[in-house]
């Protein structure tokens, strides 16, 4: 098994959880320095007794189904992107505009028209009252007068009454919206702080160990604890970290889409592969699909 294999058995080793990437580093270390070369470090690592012969046949069956080639085939979940410019969708291309241009003249016709028809209809209405009151038993212009001033009090008081149960309503409204904002105890905001504190200090003994992705996720969690409102605080405590983090993630993914690229252009496909697992370690699962995506465009 060359070095790289022999890297790479320990990698995959590490993502199963066999052991820890200190570890992994101490076991290379060893085997360069005592093992049988020609054996492979998995043959080493079952010798010694760190793992079982079944494990290590697992791993370098893994490792052969890599290397006949089946790695590209899990690769097609980010598709090709089309060569050329783009084209437009059936149903999405561009038709021309119908302007649409009212015929000359209406305007004057229908305003003729509607002065006619609002003319013919006062009149029949004002023919229709009259019949009305020829057919009623007479009343006096006084009492005519006074019903329409109570029914236009009547109007009044009932817009009134409206708008006033509008108003009413709009100061439950606000009253509920205000009784329902939190309102935490000193207590609880230092309580929720060192919950936000303690998923700091697992985020940098993740960031120790190099994978800064799993680091970011322990401060996320902490906050998915408290629900969708979090004191101001409490959330610029957790901000603060998690800015830091993505600067330094954001590089070492940088970094090593760099090496990825090289390793592409000169045709090291097991190199690229490593390197792509390196980024899934370090970086995340999202970033690792990411890059591979990337190294199919």
């Not at 016709?109 to 007479?138: E, N």
């Not at 009932?158 to 904002?181: K, N, P, Y």
């Amino acid at each position: 098994m060359s070095q790289s294999r022999d890297e790479l058995f320990l990698k995959l080793a590490l993502r199963q959880g066999l052991f820890s990437q200190q570890e992994a580093r101490e076991f290379l270390i060893r085997y360069r320095t005592e093992g049988a070369r020609g054996e492979g470090v998995g043959h080493w690592l079952v010798v010694e007794g760190v793992i079982a012969e079944e494990q290590a046949e697992a791993i370098r069956a893994a490792i052969a189904h890599r290397a006949e080639g089946h790695v590209d085939s899990t690769r097609r979940r980010v598709p090709k992107r089309a060569g050329g410019g783009a084209q437009p969708t059936a149903g999405h291309g561009h038709h021309p505009v119908r302007h649409h241009r009212p015929p000359q003249g209406i305007s004057v016709t229908s305003t003729q028209k509607a002065l006619y028809i609002s003319t013919g209809v006062v009149a029949l209405g004002l023919l229709m009252f009259l019949v009305f009151q020829f057919q009623k038993p007479a009343v006096s212009l006084t009492d005519i007068a006074n019903k329409d001033n109570q029914e236009s009090e009547g109007k009044k008081d009932e817009s009134v009454a409206e708008i006033a149960d509008r108003l009413r309503g709009a100061d439950v409204t606000t009253s509920s919206a205000q009784v329902s904002t939190p309102k935490w105890t000193k207590e609880e905001i230092e309580s929720m702080s060192q919950r936000v504190r303690d998923g700091i200090s697992r985020a940098r003994a993740h960031q120790s160990d190099g994978r800064l992705g799993r680091a970011i996720d322990s401060i996320r969690k902490s906050l998915d604890d408290f629900g969708d409102v979090v004191p101001a605080e409490v959330q610029k405590l957790a901000d603060d970290e998690l800015a830091e983090l993505q600067k330094v993630l954001d590089a070492a993914y940088a970094e090593a889409l760099i090496t990825l690229r090289k390793q592409q252009a000169e045709g090291d496909t097991e190199g690229a592969e490593e390197t792509i697992l390196e980024i899934g370690d370090i970086c995340g699962d999202e970033y690792m699909e990411k890059a591979r995506g990337g190294s199919k465009e």
